[in-house]
């Protein structure tokens, strides 16, 4: 019996105090016009990073993203397992030579014009699983005696005396990080993973300024001594503060494809990027801003039809409530919106929909209220996984 449930979309309001949670090249904050006014914005890539380490951090599996993969195994290989550094810097130059993935040698920081033989970057980033390094660790192990005998990596020209095959292979190998957010990789055949989640770049729902904050940093010595005037350091830097939507939505059809008929792993999967998507916050400036809340609101709604975003019900952007505040407005605002497109679409594509949050009144337009982002997540996963029967449609 094929899945009836087609996507899993989340809606997050989320306020925000005074922080930068994503800064551009110049660090400053990364802003929008939406709806004819400025709005505070965080990309996408940012928010999505932060969710992958909450991510991995549930299901116990990482996955790393690298140019420098033949110099983890080199590092594997000299601290963990006592090779010669010069055999492990060998080995490691000939893992990231070994594939079709091709490769340039680091540069020598003493000396631009030169290059660090058996230093070596690849191309493009490959994105395996952790575990993935000890694999290709295990590769150079086994033709230890080979790597012993071989020349150098010196030349982007130069060939491996490793398997090509074995360790693309290994480039290949996927994990749950992998199978829920996909991979990029066509230098390497069959290696592209079409990725089950799709992020939003989040948003205030309302106008921000960007306010500009002037610091300096006391000299303890000068302050003690107290011999000269002023300050040892300053500067200023960047922040808003505000009321964002964070919206993302997860394809279960190609979930499902992705990890093959194993319906556990698909709710395990699932539950703990809901879960991820919820709790995580960019990391940015956290040491002197602090700004670790949580969501106001999630709504979650299955859809055998197409994922659905909100974003379009703060192109008006929300104004305070009389008292202050745009955390209520907004909340009303989602609501109201969601009962008005779901009107206009029909709900025949809903198998669910419910919400949780810190609200008093209930939302009609969320469907279902529950107590706990937990039990609204379990509910969800409930009626998207129940037709599941080990097909995919």
């Not at 490793?162 to 990789?185: K, Q, T």
């Not at 000299?219 to 001594?225: E, I, Q, R, S, Y």
């Amino acid at each position: 019996m094929a899945m009836a449930a087609r996507f899993i979309d989340i809606h997050l309001v989320q306020s925000v105090p005074f922080a930068n949670l994503n800064r551009d090249d110049t660090n400053s904050v990364k802003t929008l016009q939406y709806g004819n006014v400025l709005r505070t914005r965080v990309s996408s890539q940012s928010w999505k990073r932060a969710v992958r380490g909450e991510f991995e951090n549930r299901i116990g599996q990482a996955a790393l993203r690298t140019r420098r993969i033949g110099e983890r195994v080199t590092r594997l290989l000299d601290e963990s397992r006592g090779w010669p550094l010069p055999l492990a810097e060998k080995a490691g130059a000939h893992v990231a030579a070994a594939s079709s993935i091709k490769f340039e040698l680091a540069k020598d920081p003493k000396d631009l014009k030169q290059t660090v033989p058996n230093k070596v970057l690849t191309n493009a980033m490959v994105y395996v699983p952790e575990s993935a390094v000890t694999e290709l660790a295990d590769l150079a192990a086994e033709f230890r005696d080979a790597l012993e005998a071989a020349k150098d990596i010196k030349k982007p020209v130069d060939k491996s005396v490793l398997p090509a095959d074995r360790v693309e292979d290994v480039l290949r190998s996927r994990n749950g990080v992998i199978n829920l957010f996909g991979r990029m990789l066509a230098e390497v055949d069959r290696a592209g993973v079409d990725g089950a989640v799709q992020v939003a770049h989040a948003l205030t729902t309302h106008e921000t300024d960007v306010e500009l904050d002037y610091f300096s940093a006391v000299d303890d010595v000068t302050a003690t001594w107290n011999d000269q005037t002023g300050s040892g350091h300053m500067g200023h830097a960047e922040f808003s503060a505000g009321t964002f939507y964070r919206y993302a939505t997860i394809d279960l059809r190609d979930l499902a494809r992705n990890i093959g008929d194993n319906p556990a792993e698909l709710r395990e999967l699932t539950a703990a990027f809901l879960s991820a998507f919820i709790l995580s916050l960019p990391q940015a400036k956290k040491n002197s801003t602090a700004p670790h809340t949580i969501p106001d609101l999630a709504h979650i709604s299955v859809r055998t039809d197409r994922p659905l975003s909100y974003a379009a019900a703060f192109e008006n952007p929300v104004t305070a409530a009389g008292q202050g505040g745009y955390a209520g407005p907004s909340r009303t605002t989602l609501s109201e919106y969601a009962e008005a497109a779901n009107r206009l679409l029909g709900t025949q594509g809903i198998l669910a929909s419910g919400w949780a949050g810190l609200d008093a009144k209930d939302l009609d337009g969320l469907g279902v209220r529950h107590t706990s982002f937990d039990a609204l997540i379990d509910a969800a996963l409930d009626s998207a996984l129940a037709a599941h029967a080990g097909g995919v449609a």
